[in-house]
């Protein structure tokens, strides 16, 4: 049974393999601030205690056996198991932190801190940046929880009435319950205000298959280079294998994508005038999502440009040589979030399934419209 959590109070996990080191500085940090609770444990009952206490930050030191000599970096699987298992914001309080900053990407949620003269200070103002976060991951953890138990107690009548297997309806309640807790967590998600651009993005995709959608690039391309990236235009149900069967396909359609301008350049907005351009563009392009034969696509920062997709400029390349990594030739970077992975559809539909007319006399046809619109008739 995990301890109930105090709304109140900001859970602080020591992780230290000597506890005495520590001592005074968590009574610095409670005289700073009443709301923290800490805790100290060892590396071996980390993760346990990390389960049991619900640590809203861990404190992490990194080495163990120091004091003999022979120091070895065993705080690596706790943070591991904290990133992987009990996400929650990390402190790297250690004598040599950079040794984890030299093999883990920065992030936001992780802080460090060098052990030595004048360092619980430095930790006290990593712990004070951290905390006003805690409120909106518990919020977050709140919301997940709630939607799993709604999930769950809707779905189980469906699956206990209609499947006897015991195995079966257990897989039914997996599927089905996912679908639901995703469909729950998305109708939260008009809560706060308008969505960031960059929001209909899941990146990394969460899917392990190449699905509508999905943004890819050129493995030894910029990230900052539109050029380099990819649109998938191929329908997720022939390329995503199922009860052993393969994909239905082995090429996959895409559309090539650009910078902005080029985009722009493309389509009648580029006869817009300068000081009227931004307003063409919220009004058409990013009001219906596309415009004419561009799609706009926001920045994701350190993964997307701010660029277009050309759903007239396409390209087959094979299914095999898109992969997760840089081992392939394509790496899918995200997949777009429903109800943006459908516009993608809708918008190549409109480019590719309209059908193709001869040039007619537009200026004679509009005269003879607007004669019937003044006579009130039409002339036969």
């Not at 992780?110 to 006290?124: D, H, N, T």
């Not at 079966?168 to 706060?192: F, I, K, T, W, Y």
């Amino acid at each position: 049974m995990t301890e109930e959590r105090e709304t109140t109070m900001v859970r602080l996990l020591f992780v230290e393999d000597e506890p005495k080191s520590v001592e005074s500085t968590i009574r610095s940090l409670k005289r700073s601030c009443t709301r923290y609770k800490c805790k100290v444990t060892s590396f071996g009952d980390a993760q346990k205690d990390i389960s049991a206490f619900l640590p809203d930050i861990v404190v992490l030191d990194l080495l163990e056996g120091v004091a003999q000599g022979d120091p070895q970096p065993v705080g690596v699987t706790t943070y591991d198991y904290v990133w992987d298992t009990r996400f929650c914001p990390l402190v790297v309080y250690s004598a040599h932190p950079e040794f984890l900053s030299d093999t883990r990407p920065v992030h936001p949620f992780v802080k460090s801190v060098k052990k030595g003269r004048g360092s619980p200070a430095q930790l006290e103002t990593a712990i004070a940046d951290l905390a006003p976060h805690v409120a909106a991951l518990h919020d977050a953890e709140q919301h997940m929880w709630h939607s799993f138990a709604c999930a769950m107690r809707d779905v189980a009548p469906y699956a206990f009435e209609d499947i006897a297997d015991a195995n079966e309806r257990n897989n039914v309640l997996l599927r089905c319950g996912r679908r639901r807790v995703a469909a729950l967590m998305d109708d939260l998600s008009h809560q706060g205000g308008p969505l960031a651009s960059w929001e209909h993005y899941v990146s990394p995709p969460v899917s392990p298959d190449v699905l509508l959608a999905d943004i890819i690039r050129v493995s030894n391309g910029k990230p900052d280079d539109p050029s380099a990236f990819r649109v998938v235009l191929t329908p997720s149900c022939d390329l995503v294998p199922h009860d052993g069967r393969k994909s239905k396909v082995d090429l996959v359609l895409v559309a090539h994508c650009g910078p902005m301008k080029e985009g722009i350049d493309g389509t009648s907005l580029c006869k817009v005038k300068a000081k009227d351009l931004e307003n063409a563009i919220r009004t058409t392009m990013l009001t219906q999502g596309y415009f004419q034969k561009v799609i706009p696509f926001p920045r994701l920062p350190n993964r997307i440009p701010t660029m277009m997709a050309d759903l007239k400029k396409l390209e087959l390349i094979p299914l095999s040589a898109i992969g997760a990594d840089t081992t392939k030739k394509y790496t899918r970077i995200a997949s777009l979030d429903s109800p943006f992975r459908e516009l993608v559809s809708w918008a190549y539909m409109q480019i590719a399934c309209r059908p193709g007319l001869p040039d007619r006399d537009v200026e004679a046809w509009s005269n003879e419209i607007m004669t019937a619109l003044c006579d009130g008739t039409a002339k036969v």
